[in-house]
């Protein structure tokens, strides 16, 4: 062939990146679930305004968010709180949290 590629080539790198795909999918499929499975344990423990106050936090700090669900979880697993878990709980995680995560600005002046 002219361009030094030829039809065995080509079918090696279309099956990879066929194989490749497949697997970006299963693990975006599983992803889905795992994250179907987290949101159905926090219908299930928190009650209904816990969960909005939830939800608005992950709306401006996804992140913060995020850890706090991991603690409900681990908490309501270990049997550690009392189900459903109420808006005060997490009100009270997130102040914790949001303490430990958050840094202060520092200035500091430099005089010449």
């Known amino acids: 062939m002219a361009y030094g590629v030829d039809d065995e080539e080509l079918a090696e790198i279309r099956r990879r990146k066929i194989q490749q795909m497949r697997e970006e999918a299963k693990k975006a499929e599983l992803e889905k679930q795992l994250e179907a ?8 423990i928190l009650t209904e305004k816990a969960r909005e106050r ?14 706090v669900e991991d603690q409900l979880i681990a908490l309501a697993q270990s049997g550690r709180v009392q189900l459903p878990i109420d808006e005060d709980l997490v009100k009270n995680i997130l102040a914790e949290l949001y303490y430990k995560t958050h840094r202060e600005p520092k200035f500091r002046f430099v005089r010449k």
């Open 54 to 67: 939830l939800n608005n936090v992950k709306l401006v700090r996804p992140e913060l968010a995020r850890l």
């Open 37 to 44: 499975q987290r949101q159905a344990i926090l219908r299930r």
